[in-house]
């Protein structure tokens, strides 16, 4: 009797994986049994130090050095993630840059950076998994309480870009919905990350629950995301910040 080919998993690209809610995202779709390229731009070892734990649990991950303000980068990103991993079922977009100050402080190089990652980098990254996409997939960008709920002095630019991240949500989900394709936008609050560094006891005293968030609680939700169980959400932003916009 001739043996069966092991079963090949879903796949999941997740853009700017290595580190913080990225990592987490990683770690958490590859425990609920998705093949998880990812995308880094400068941490090799963390890349591959992420392999590796994804792969000491029986999983399977893959690390690709991608720049998010480069469209040919992400572009050969999807191309070697689908040629290794096969069509995509999940893409979670997390790249993203933070640089702060009043607008009188902001360089043109900042603001052209910021445009370059957090919006450009976003629409680029989609649109290059768009062919590639199953269908009933979901796509799952990550913006920032700051869109829509909060704000603070010297964070426009950065506010500005999650807000067209949002935006930019419900018309894609009106593109891809006749093929079964959920989009949506996950909006943290602080967040005890690289980029909160320095911050958290502020942050903690102004949130209702006294604490900031953790990563694996922002990747839980991006899994519920990923699910077949929110196969009628899509064109949302749901904010996960514990209060902090109340």
Known sequence: MSQQAPKRRPAALVFGGSRGIGAAAVTRLAAEGYAV?????????SAQALVRSIEDQGGQALALQADSADAQALAQAVTRTVAQLGPLSVVVVNAGLLRLGTIDQVSV?????MLAVNVRGVFLSIQACVPHL???ASVITIGSNVAVRSGHPGGSVYQMTKTAVAGLVKGL?????????????VQPGPVDT??????????????PLKRVGTPAEVAGLIAYLASH??????????????GYSL
């Open 37 to 45: 390229a990812f995308t880094y731009v400068s941490r090799e070892d």
């Open 109 to 113: 190089q900042d603001l052209d950076q």
């Open 134 to 136: 199953v269908e009933q």
């Open 173 to 185: 989900a009106l593109d891809l919905a006749p093929r079964g394709i959920r989009v949506n936008n």
């Open 194 to 207: 690289d980029m909160t560094h320095g911050m958290l006891s502020m942050l903690v005293e102004r949130s």
């Open 229 to 242: 169980e929110a196969r009628y959400l899509t064109g949302a932003s749901l904010t996960l910040d514990g």
